[in-house]
Every structure is written in C-alpha cells, then in structure tokens.
C-alpha cells in the first residue's frame, strides 16, 4: 500500500506541531508555578524586594526580611508547589486509569483515608515526622483497597465505585472530627487543616521527604505515561495493545496513593486539588498527549494561587483547603448531576 | 509476512461461575479469512478475547505457532496478534490521527522514541482505510461509518499478522458494511493477514469467509467452507430458524433466506421479498 509523499509529509508536520503546542502549554503552565511562587515570596503582609528576596535564598541575613522570607514564606510556597504536584499528578492518573473525572482520590475515600492516619498517628499516637506518612500511605492503599473490594462485583463498575468512595470518605470525615475532638489542643487551624488541607506552618527540613516521595513515586508514575493513555481506550483495546492491565493498575494505584498521602501528611487533603487539576489541565486550549505533566503543574498553580487569595486577598484568612474546596464544589455538583441525566458514568 | 497457526484446544472459559465456552477446538486457517457466526450470547466475543489473552482459560489453551499464548511476552503477542473489540471507547476529543497511532504502543519501548518507521505506518494505515482526509478531525464528529475506518486503521497501524476483529460491521449501513468487508479481504489478499471476526449476517458470513464457523452452546457445532456450513440444517440448530438456502448468482457463495410464519406465497415458494431487511 504505497502512500502519496504529500500525505506523509502533512502527517508528519501536524504531529511535530501538535507536541509543539504540547510543550508550548507547559512552558506557560511552568512560568505560571514560578510566577505564582516568586509572588508568594516577595508579596505578603509586607513586601520584600526581589533582592532581598534572592539573598536570603542563597543563606545571607538580611535583616527585617530573614525570618518572612526564610521561615515563613519559602516553607510555605515549598510545599504548595510540592502538595500540588503532587495531588495534580496522583489525581490525574486516577481518572485517567478508571476513565471517570469522579473516580479521583479526593472523592473516593483515598485522602480522606491518608488523612485521617495522619491525624490518628499525630494525636493518639504522638507520632511525627516520617512515621506518620507511612501511616498516611498505608491508610491511603487500604482505603483504595477497601473501596475497590466493595465495589467490584463482575469487574469495577465505574459509578458504584464512586458511590462506595464518597460514602467511606464521609465516615472518614467523622473520624478525623471525632479524633480531633478528642484532642488535648484542638484547634479550629488544625481541624481545617485535616479536613480540607492548609499550608500553614509549613518547615523547610521536612519538605525533603515529600519531595523524595514525589520523586520516587512521581517517577514510576511518569513511566506508565504509555501504558495510561493506551488504557484511555479502554481495557480490552489496551490489553490487545499489548498492555498488562493488572500489573498496570498496581504500579498506578500504588504511586499515585503514594504520592498524595505524602503530601496529606504534611499539608492535609487540600480540597479537590486531585479532582480538578485533570479536568482543567485537559480543557487548557492546545493541551492533547498525556494529561499527567500538565495535570501536575496544574495542581501546583491552584495550591499556589488557592493559598495566596486565602492569605491576602480575601476579607479574612482562610486556608487553601477552603478556597480550593469553594472552587471544586461546583464542579462536583455538575458532574453528579450529568450522571443523573445520563443515569451512568459521567 | 509469515503465516501464523492459531488454535485453541480444549478451551474453556467464562465469567465468575458462568461457564461460557466448553471445551471448544479450533485451527485458525493461516492466512484466510475465518468467519464465526452464532446466536447472541453464545460466547462469540467471549472467544475473541481467549483467543487475544484478555481472559484467561480455565481448561485447555490457546496456541500461537504451538506455544501457549500466556507464555508469550504481551508486547511480543501484541506485534502478532491484534484484536478489535466490540465496542471501544474512543477518549474524549480524540483526533483519527492520534487515535490510529496509538496501535503502534507494542512497537514502542517505555520511553522510545517516535520513528519514522511509525509515521509511515499510521500514513499506510489511514490510506488503507481511507480515512486520511479525516486525519485531524475528532471522532466524535464522525459518522459511523468513518469511525469504524479510524477504529480499523488502528488496528492496521499496529501491523499484526493476525488480527481478530468483533463485529466491525455493527451500526454500519449495508454500503458501509462492504466496504469495510471488502477492505479487509483486501488486506487478507495483499498481505496475507490472518484474519478472525465475528459477524451478524449469516449472508454478508458466507460471502466473505473461507471458513465460515457456527458457535452454539459454547462450542463449535459446524466448521468448514460456507456452502457445508451455511445449511437448512446448521440454521435449525444454531439459530432456531427455518429457511431456504439459494446460491448467491454473483457471488456463487449460499444465501440464507428465513422463513417466518407470516408473508408466505400461497404456492408455498420461499417469501417473497416484502421489506428491505
Ligand atoms: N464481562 C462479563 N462478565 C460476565 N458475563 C459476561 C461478560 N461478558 C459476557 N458475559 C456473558 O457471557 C455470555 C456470552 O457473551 P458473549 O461472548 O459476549 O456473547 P456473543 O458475543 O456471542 O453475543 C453472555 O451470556 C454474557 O452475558
Ligand atoms: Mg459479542
């Protein structure tokens, strides 16, 4: 079957100019992240000038500005660009690998799950740092085991599944409230921050972890990047593709849980973060190819700007969790509502 | 391109507790055009999907040139063996172009690189298909018709010597449903590709198969060149019909008239022609 030169020829050229556009979008969306995360390090309570700004980074005392800079805004943007990625990414695979936009982990029990680890390894147990992300991670693989386990009768069927996540998600919920009440020094800070995620308090050593995490698992992820899109077609186009759909699953399940209960553990389960950074990065005009990369910087965006308009911009301060949980509901509403009308997945 | 010996022996399989294939044996004609036909829900799909390692055997096995194709490597069973479900899910926004290209995911390692060797692949696909002018345009736009021609140009970029199709004639109207047929002869004719699908009209079967296979009760009740397969008899037991077989004039190939219990010729001649089927 031999083939008009022409015709190559366009093909070849509309594939270069598709990843043209590709990485186009994700130049813009990385500009973005640096952009929201100078802003955040020059621009708070009181304004820093980038000098200053940049010397305090490479470890000078600068005096007035040292302790706002080093201690309190650099943690902070820190770790919303790491909770961010992170989320962006975890949640991104999720929907992709189940072929639903409600199958993400904020939805279906998964941080809620990590979560409420974390707050049951921090109060009852009085345990910190490292330890208490591998219960988060433990929790968050339990919960998906657990979920999947209820849900699947003859293969997962996508909307039961979800049913079955948001029921557990609220009994989690009531947990991490009912712990909290327990606690000795409860605090409205800290409940927020376990219920719907918070930067606040951010320290720099204990970001190491959380981004070896995002890393390590960030990674795997990234390496099934082929083997995700080609599940988009479904499981038995992918199995024939040459696919292994189980072992796909697994290595997928277990980083993308990795992932988010890293940054649960630190930041809490920053509302709706993993459910929307997928849906918006897909709409993004010029965006095709896989979701994951842009879904991640996406991710960091929404913490990054959720946080700065929770601290400044709004008439009192709030949590990113709160900011961002304003901006998902609607969205969540939507979809359960078009699932309605199609009476099945959305 | 080497022909390559299919066949199942022994094979059972199902879902759960539900038996739905029975010990079944066949040999896939290398280099032909095998046709399974049978009632609905008689386990035809359920074969296609033994036959490609979607599901696993629970007695028997499936065998590619003699070994066992749960003992070849995916990636490498997928460069031989490609399958066409029967209703694929098209991602959201997808373009003819980007969708056809994804049939070369066995021919990619991890993080290899995109060739030239699969540019010209997808190119040969599309042309093939014809579906080289719908290149850029989304699926969802498409008619039936050329989504079904992206669906199979996919399937060709994968360049399998062997390819299973389910169905690929469904929701197509008839002058579609040649020319997808005929497409795939052309195929079959010019690169000797195996080829195995499953099909609903027992005429358009006839005409296209060089082995026209029955399926019922989870087994084959017939096997062998349409004109011993496609019978009064066959037709009774496979699908609880009575009809009248003619030969086709212009293709010389059994055709299958049913007879129902209304629309009779009172010299009780076969029915006449009323509806369009
Ligand atoms: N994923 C599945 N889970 C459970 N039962 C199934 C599944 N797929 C098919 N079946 C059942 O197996 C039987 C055979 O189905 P199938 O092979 O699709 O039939 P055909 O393609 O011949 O119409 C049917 O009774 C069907 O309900
Ligand atoms: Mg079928």
Redesign the interface.
């Known amino acids: 079957?031999t083939?008009p030169a022409p015709?190559?020829d366009?093909?070849?050229g509309?594939?270069r100019r598709?990843l043209s556009r590709r990485r186009l979008v994700i130049a813009l969306l990385l500009s973005i992240v640096a952009a929201l995360f100078a802003l955040t390090l020059v621009l708070g309570q009181s304004y820093t000038s980038p000098g200053d700004v940049i010397r305090v980074l490479l470890g000078e005392d600068v005096p007035g500005a040292g302790f706002t800079v080093g201690q309190l805004r650099l943690p902070r943007a820190v770790l919303s660009v790491l909770a961010g990625l992170s989320f962006g990414l975890g949640g991104a695979a999720f929907q992709i690998m189940l072929?639903n936009p409600l199958a993400s982990p904020d939805i279906i029990g998964i941080s809620s799950g990590a979560s409420a680890a974390a707050v049951f390894a921090i109060v009852v147990l009085s345990l910190d740092g490292p330890a208490v992300s591998v219960f988060a991670v433990a929790a968050g693989l339990g919960v998906a085991l657990l979920v999947y386990a209820l849900s699947s009768r003859?293969g997962v069927a996508g909307t039961r599944l979800i049913l079955v996540g948001i029921g557990v998600s609220a009994m989690l919920e009531s947990f991490i409230l009912y712990v909290l009440s327990g606690a000795p020094a409860w605090t409205l800070q800290e409940a927020l921050r376990w219920l719907t995620g918070s930067v606040n308090g951010a320290q720099l050593d204990q970001m190491l972890p959380l981004l070896v995490a995002l890393a390590g698992f960030g990674g795997l992820l990234l390496?099934?990047t082929?083997d995700l899109?080609?599940l988009?077609?479904?499981?038995?186009?992918a199995?024939?593709?040459?696919?292994?759909i189980a072992r796909t699953r697994i290595v997928v399940i277990v980083a993308a849980v990795g992932m988010i209960a890293f940054a649960t553990a630190m930041a809490g389960p920053i509302a709706f973060v993993a459910f929307l950074s997928g849906p918006i990065a897909?709409r993004l005009p010029g965006s095709?190819g896989s979701l994951l990369v842009p879904a991640a910087l996406t991710g960091a965006i929404l913490v990054l700007a959720g946080d700065y308009c929770g601290q400044f911009l709004l008439p009192s301060r709030y949590p990113v969790g709160v900011v961002t949980g304003a901006l998902g509901a609607p969205y969540l509403i939507f979809l359960i509502v078009r699932i309605n009308r199609s009476g099945g997945s959305p | 391109m080497t022909l390559h010996a299919l066949t199942t022996s022994g094979l059972s399989a199902g879902?759960?507790d539900a038996v739905i294939l029975d010990g079944l044996d066949l040999a896939v004609l290398p280099g032909r055009i095998t046709v399974i036909v049978g009632a609905n829900a008689c386990g035809k799909s359920t074969l296609l999907?033994a036959m490609?390692?979607?599901i696993a055997p629970r007695r028997g096995q499936v065998l590619l040139d003699g070994k066992s194709i749960h003992h070849i490597p995916?990636?490498?069973?997928?460069?031989t063996?490609?399958?066409?479900?029967q209703?694929?899910?098209?991602?959201?926004?997808i373009t003819v172009?980007?969708?056809v290209?994804?049939?070369r995911?066995?021919h990619?390692g991890?993080?290899a690189r995109?060739t030239?060797g699969d540019?010209?692949a997808?190119?040969?696909a599309?042309?093939?298909t014809r579906t080289?002018e719908l290149?850029?345009r989304p699926m969802d736009e498409l008619s039936g018709g050329q989504r079904q021609r992206a669906w199979i140009a996919m399937a060709l970029a994968?360049q399998t010597e062997v390819l299973l199709l389910d169905e690929p004639t469904t929701f197509l109207d008839i002058s579609h449903q040649i020319e997808v047929l005929d497409l795939l002869t052309d195929l079959n004719q010019?690169r000797g590709t195996t080829i195995v699908m499953v099909l609903h009209d027992l005429n358009l079967a006839a005409r296209y198969a060089d082995e026209l296979v029955a399926m019922a009760g989870g087994r084959l009740y017939a096997c062998g060149r349409p004109e011993e397969v496609l019978t009064e008899h066959n037709v009774r037991h496979v699908f609880g019909l009575e009809s009248r077989i003619i030969i086709d004039p212009t293709s010389g190939r059994p055709i299958m008239l049913p007879i129902g219990r209304h629309r009779m010729a009172t010299d009780s001649r076969p029915a006449r022609s009323g509806h369009p089927d």
């Not at chain 2, 063996?81 to 479900?85: A, D, F, I, M, Y």
């Not at chain 2, 209703?87 to 926004?93: K, L, V, Y």
């Open positions: 079957m083939l015709a190559l366009a093909l070849i509309n594939r598709r072929r003859n390496s099934r082929r899109e080609a988009r077609l479904g499981e038995d186009t199995a024939a593709l040459g696919v292994r897909a095709n | 879902y759960g999907r490609s390692r979607l995916s990636r490498e069973l997928a460069r063996l490609g399958l066409l479900p209703s694929p899910i098209a991602p959201e926004g172009a980007d969708l290209s994804r049939g995911h066995p990619q991890a993080f995109w030239r540019d010209e997808v190119a040969a599309l042309a093939a080289i290149a850029e994968q010019t």
